[in-house]
Each structure stands twice: as C-alpha cells, then as structure tokens.
C-alpha cells in the first residue's frame, strides 16, 4: 500500500512535479488561442491552418489519452509520465523554432501525443503514491492548481505573444520540462497497475511486500504474488503480459483526423473532401468493431450499456463543443474586430476560469443535494444566454459594458454545470469503473471541441482569409453564436430529459475546485 504523506518533502515534490507536468499540457490548450492572430499574420497562414494548429494538437490528445493511461498501468506510470513529458518538451521545440505552418500544425500533433501520456499519468502517480488517508486531499490540490495552470494561460500567453513573440508560447515548456522531468526521476516512485515498484533509488521493495502479502492468501492470490516478486526483481523495471489496444487507438486518432480534415475543407466542394469524409466513417466504423473484439479494449463498449452515462456523454458533446468553439472563435474576435492586443484579449477572458475556481465546489455540493437535473438544464440555458450576449462585442467594444457580461454570465453556466455534469459521469457506471468512465467523458468533450472548431467557421460562411478582416470575421461571428446557443440548448433539453439522481452509494468526485474551461476535469481510477 503507498504510504508517502502529503506533509512530507516527498509528497510536496510529487505533488509540485504532477502539477506542473499537466500544467504544461493545460496551458497549451488555453494559451494557443490567443495568439492564433500573430501566428497567421508571421506565417502568411490562412484559417484552414489556424484552425489545424488548434485541432492537430487536439486530434492525437483525444484519441490517444485513454491509450496514454493504459501505457502507465502496463509499463509504469512515472516511466510514461517522464516519457511523455520528455515528448511534449521536444514537440513544443519544434513548434517555436517552426519554419512554416506545415511544420507547425506536424509539431501540434505530436505534442498531442505528449499530452496524452503524461496528463492522465500525474494523476494516476497521486492517486498511486499517496497514502489513502491523504489521496483525497492530494488529487484536490492537483485539480486547483491545474485549475490555476488553466487561468494563468491566456494571460500568459497575451503576455509572451506581446513581448518577446508566440514562439515563446511553445519555448516556454522546455525549461518547464528540465525541472519536471528530475525531480520525477529523484522523488516520485514507480508504480503499475496499482502495485508500487520502487521508490527513488531503491529496488522494489514495495511490490516485494506486496507478494509476500499475497503468498499468504493461497490460490488465486498466489499468481499476483509471483507477478510482484518478477516486478521487484526488476528493480524498477515492468514487464505486463496485458495486451493494448494501439489499433483502436490508431483507428480513433485517424477517424477524428480524417472527419476533422473534411470539415475545414469542405469549402472547396472537392473529390477530396468527400472521399476524406467518407474514410473518416468508415475509419469510426472500423473503431467500434475493432473496440468489440479484441480482449481488453481502449473503449469498453459495454460500459455504453448504462443510459444514463450515454445521455450524460451526449449532453457532454453538446456543451464542450460550443465551449470550444466559443473561446477559439471569441480570442479572435477580441483582436481581430475589437482590436484588442493578445495581452488584452487574453486577460480578458479571465473571468469565466476565476469562476469557476472559485465556485466549482459549492456548484457540486448543491448538486449533491438538489440532483444533477436542474444545474444540467439551467447550467447551457445561462451559456446560451451569454452566446448571445456576445452579439453586442464589434468593433471597438468596450470591455466592462459589453465583453463582461457576456463572460460573466458565460462563467456562471459553466459553474453550474461543469461539477454537476463530472459527478454524474461517475455516478452512472460501477465504482470500479469510474476512472474509466472518467477519462471516456474528458477524451468525448475535446473530441467535441476540435469538431465544433473543425465545423463552425464553414457553418457561419467564413472563408480563408475571414480573420485577415474585422468585417468579414464580425459578420461570420455574428452568424456562430446563434449556433452555439442552439447546441448548448440541446444539450440542456437532452438533460432535461434523460438525466437522474444517482443513487446514495455511487462514488463523488475528488476534483471539486477545478478551472478547466475546455474539458471535463480527469478522475482517478479506483484501482491506482
């Protein structure tokens, strides 16, 4: 059993290094959208490829995250953390010496495959090193302060794009990484499929223990135990004979890839296109027979067999694709039309994060007691609202009479909502299958995300060059808020409509104070 405490120099490194590994992949999903404008204006690049830059990161993240968790059961959790790290770190190199936007939209995806090894691996190593007494407190503070990471984001990013330029939104990672990736090699101990192998410097004391343990038990027990003495013998090495699922994750990763490349496109009207978007399905297709046949499946489909977590994943596509589609096409408008600068824009969209760290616990604690159907209806009637409150930001739009209520009241909806909808996720499957459930409902809304920014700009009529314009770009503006009200209003009479209290014995939530404004916050697995 882990035993590190919270109030021990370990414990504080462990959770200094968690934190800060999946701020960088949290920052990178805030912090881009700002500088979008800088990047197109440098690049000469139209907004097909604005759109990839936000989306190629997007595409391998979703697709991949569920496999990224896997890899850290099967083969350590701080080898993968470290490794994706390491990954990110290299990506985002990439991604700030860029010569050209083909290069760039390459490096996006994969650091896209970096964060998903390491965003579900820092939870994963809290929830595997902690002692159980200090575990809840510990994924507590890992959701804050990535909450914080979150917000900290657009204004660090108008920050950079201001001064010293928008590579340095991608350069800033690698000395982040050079102190992350130490102190995980000097403090953080190595763990697999809920077994600790060795502490920093030792070798596998921990899962000698635990088949020593097990010895005792006899028959089945005694598997696990030769299983935990080969561990130990390893010293710090793993060695799973478990299977996973790489073809579905392929599979999913090149349906979004392929869907996503037909919807940008799709302007053109081309043979392309449709054959891209006829690969896509066939590529979604292939996914679900492939997940219903191999032996341990990314994506369980039977856990779909519970209506109410298929109707809470379906109200999740709804309000995390207009979440997605509201802040890449609002950080836009904000320089494009309202000629605000990145800095400017980026401090302006504070507010709805703000909210939401400082509100996000008492929003799930009321949902606790009144049931999650009502904050899920009102919650998108409010983000409705604020979509059409954005009607009022043009050209020279001022701040506190017209930017602010919208965010406002953006970030109220969101504080009503977001808990609620995370401990339903959790609430509808069994208790040994809420991580997985978790990270199904965080992997579906950025899918939902990059769709939503992949389908908005042709459903509003942008063209190309639409962000070049303040004209052009306001007229499309005006055109997509309407259509994220309307999504959000489906995603509140779906929840209305399908969504239950849970029963008294389900398991609650452990990240109550969280910040994230593009995703569901990830929980951990039971079983870590």
Known sequence: MPDIRLSSAQGRWILFTTVLGSSMAMLDSTVVNVALPRIGRDLNADLATLQWTVNAYMVTLAGLILL??????????????????????????????????????????????????????????????????????AVGLWS???????????FLGGWLVNGPGWRWVFLLNVPLALVCVPVALRHV???????????????????????????????????????????GAAAGGVRAHHRFDVLGAALGAVSLALVTYALIEARSGSLAVAL?????????????????????????????????????????????????????????????????????????????????????????????RIGPRIPLT?????????MLLMLRVGKDADYVTDVLPALLVMGAGMVTLVAPLTATVLASVDTSRAGL?????????????????????????????????????????????????????????????????????????????????TTPPLEPDQRA
């Open 68 to 137: 990224g968790g896997s890899l850290g059961d099967l083969y350590g959790r701080r080898r993968i953390f470290v490794l994706g790290v390491v990954w990110f770190a290299a990506a985002s190199l990439l991604c700030g010496l860029a010569p050209g936007s083909t290069v760039l939209v390459a490096a996006r995806a994969l650091q896209g495959i970096g964060g998903a090894l390491l965003t579900p691996g820092s939870l994963a190593l809290i929830q595997a090193s902690f002692h159980p007494d200090d575990r809840g407190r």
């Open 144 to 154: 804050g302060f990535g909450g914080i990471g979150a917000a900290v984001g657009p």
């Open 189 to 231: 101990p190595e763990s697999t499929g809920g077994v600790a192998l060795a502490k920093p410097g030792g070798a596998g004391e921990a899962a000698r223990e635990t088949g020593a343990a097990a010895r005792k038990t006899g028959g089945a027990a005694r598997e696990t135990s030769e299983a935990a003495r080969k561990t």
């Open 276 to 368: 891209t978007a006829t690969a896509g399905v066939a590529a979604a297709v292939a996914f679900v027979y492939v997940e219903k046949r191999v032996p341990d499946p990314m994506l369980p489909l039977g856990i779909f067999a519970s209506r109410q977590f298929t109707a809470v994943n379906l109200v999740t596509l709804c309000v995390y694709a207009a979440f997605g589609g509201f802040f890449f096409l609002t950080a836009l408008q904000l320089q494009v039309v309202a000629g605000y600068s990145p800095l400017r824009a980026g401090i302006a969209l504070l507010p709805t994060t703000a909210l939401m760290l400082l509100f996000s616990a008492r929003s799930g604690a009321l949902a606790d």
């Open 378 to 386: 009102v919650g998108p009637l409010l983000c409705a609202g604020a």
């Open 437 to 517: 459930a978790s990270g199904i409902n965080n992997a579906a809304a950025r899918a939902a995300g990059l769709i939503a920014v992949a389908a908005l700009p042709l459903l509003a009529g942008m063209g190309p060059e639409a962000y070049r314009s303040a004209d052009a770009f306001d007229a499309a503006f005006r055109r997509a808020m309407p259509i994220i009200a309307a999504v959000l209003v489906a995603g509140s009479v779906l929840a209305f409509a399908t969504v239950r209290r849970p029963g008294p014995e389900c398991r609650r939530p452990e990240c109550r104070t969280h910040g994230f404004v």
